[in-house]
């Protein structure tokens, strides 16, 4: 972000606190028409997971007090768990945790009441109404209903046609569920449908993934276009055509995505998700169709023969407006067999600070090459990217081997080398040939990474020259390099909610007068 941009957000937000907090902003709030209770409540769709709703019944605390911190914010996910342990205990905490919130911010707070998650909120408290209301006293549900009022009046009011992403589609959800309960909530229906339009034209790409590239944000922007269109159906209002052109549309972007596993490949702040959720989203999406084999314009590839997968990201962080988790991962891959991953990218942390966001964005997070100890394109203090790259792909298909080529040239500025990467996977899945080729005259330093998924077992043989993957299920799976020396250092995963230690394996040498080349080999063991 340059200088000129923070003192506009700076002078902005100092604005917003003149404006929005003071008393008579409050009671303009405030005044209107307000109901005693919610007459429309559809239910959330989406499944939970019940063992941290009971960690939460039970007064556990995370060891990351990021978690602790984002708990009253991410309503929806925390509101769901309880619903899956289904008690009157789980209603009661319910209404709890919203209590607390009305207690420290029911009056307007430049965080709690951004757009994104105002809307996030209002369609949670309604979703989740029908669940936590029975046990809740009438002065509580008075309370609710006029706080909703309240944040949902001043959500209509600061709707932005700049919000962009998955916190826009947000907004204009809770938008349209109160819309879809309060009396003057026509006129707001008809803005948020507008400003969906708008946005799905300029986000979904031809081929059917987010400009954001991450597959996280695709997932969450399909669930949320879903239940809009359901909800609004229920209501017995046409849904725009354009929400069910979306999510036809995100639907096979979506699968390309996913592991054997369930979960999703880790590019562009993505994290595996639940299986289950995933799940529940395509089904309810009800779009039918193989899982597509690439994504063009969005810049992925998928290579799939046997029990063996790959997924490439061919094509350069997303543009500087969607950046703000975009990664410096250029031609990185990650490799599964059946429902195990073996090669694996770092992940993200979204609610770190700028130095861990910087950190598992960096091109040296994720399994591919770096130069120098230098990314492929530069990124931020506030961990986001800037600038891009130009890539090249091309694949094809010879007597059932899946071939892949790419290129970028993201060094060339600044080292006078492009990075060409072929993959070869065999027909029967049982063998991934790579190759890596820098291509410029001048020496230079250089790394190429594996990093490993934690359940992988790792240990070097042969000199050093081959790295025996073990996976838990006893699988057994060879990296080997023509020539150069292997090295195993410690790494970090952040695939899931909490992150934890692995391995990667790294290869280090300095590129030659000629055309470096760097030839490898993942091969499953044959059993004797």
């Known amino acids: 972000m340059n200088q000129a941009a923070k003192i506009i957000g700076k002078v902005r937000r100092g604005v917003q606190n003149v404006a929005y907090g003071n008393k008579l902003y409050q009671k303009f709030l405030a005044a209107g028409e307000t109901p005693m209770r919610l007459h429309f409540a559809p239910p959330d769709p989406w499944p939970g997971d019940a063992s941290a709703g009971m960690a939460l019944l039970s007064e556990q605390r995370s060891m990351f007090p990021v978690v602790e911190e984002a ?182 972007g979506l699968k390309l995505f996913r592991h054997g596993d369930g979960g999703l490949a880790l590019f562009h702040g993505s994290a595996e998700e639940v299986p289950l959720m995933i799940d529940a989203i395509l089904t309810q999406a009800v779009i039918r169709g193989r899982v597509v084999r690439r994504l063009p314009e969005t810049g992925y590839e998928r290579l799939q023969a046997g029990r063996s997968l790959l997924i490439a990201d061919a094509a350069s962080p997303p543009p500087r407006a969607y950046g703000t988790e975009g990664h410096a991962g250029l031609l990185s891959f990650e490799f599964s067999s059946g429902r195990e991953r073996l090669i694996v990218n770092c992940g993200s942390a979204p609610h770190a600070s700028a130095e861990w966001r910087s950190a598992c964005a960096a091109t040296a997070a994720h399994s591919t090459l770096t130069v120098a100890d230098t990314n492929a394109c530069e990124i931020d203090g506030d961990g986001s990217i800037a600038g891009s790259v130009m890539t090249s792909t091309h694949r094809f298909e010879q007597n059932g081997a899946h071939y892949l080529e790419m290129a970028h040239n993201g060094y060339y500025a600044r080292f006078g080398l492009t990075h060409t990467r072929a993959f070869q996977l065999s027909a029967d899945g049982d063998t991934l040939l790579g190759r890596d080729a820098l291509q410029g005259k001048k020496a230079r330093p250089y790394t190429l990474r594996w990093h490993l998924h934690p359940t992988v077992q790792v240990s070097l043989s042969q000199g050093g020259q081959t790295a025996l993957l073990r996976t838990p299920s006893g699988a057994g799976w060879k990296l080997r390099v023509e020539k150069g020396q292997l090295g195993l250092e410690s790494s970090i995963y952040c695939g899931g909610a909490v992150p934890r230690r692995t391995m990667q394996v790294k290869l280090t040498d300095v590129t030659s007068s000629d055309d470096t080349v760097v030839t490898w080999t993942l091969a499953r063991e044959r059993k004797a």
Not at 97 to 121: N, S, T, V
Not at 209 to 216: A, E, F, L, T
């Open 71 to 252: 708990t009253l914010r991410n309503t929806s996910t925390t509101l769901r768990n309880l619903r899956a342990v289904g008690t009157d205990a789980a209603r009661e905490m319910c209404a709890r945790l919203i209590d607390r919130w009305l207690e420290q911010f029911d009056g307007w707070d430049k965080d709690e009441w951004l757009p994104e998650h105002l809307g996030a909120r209002i369609a949670a408290w309604i979703g989740f109404y029908d669940f936590y209301a029975p046990v809740a006293s009438s002065d509580f549900v008075q309370r609710l209903v006029t706080s909703l009022h309240r944040q949902w009046k001043h959500l209509e009011r600061t709707m932005s046609p700049s919000l962009k992403g998955v916190e826009a589609v947000q907004a204009a959800r809770g938008l349209i569920y109160g819309g879809l309960n309060f009396p003057e909530g026509d006129n707001a229906l008809g803005f948020a449908c507008d400003l969906l339009q708008r946005q799905l034209a300029a986000e979904i790409l031809a081929d059917g993934g987010h400009v954001s590239r991450n597959p996280s944000a695709q997932m969450r922007m399909l669930a949320h276009l879903v239940d809009i269109q359901n909800v609004l159906t229920m209501a017995g209002i046409a849904p725009p055509p354009s929400i069910g052109t979306s999510v036809t549309s995100l639907v096979p």
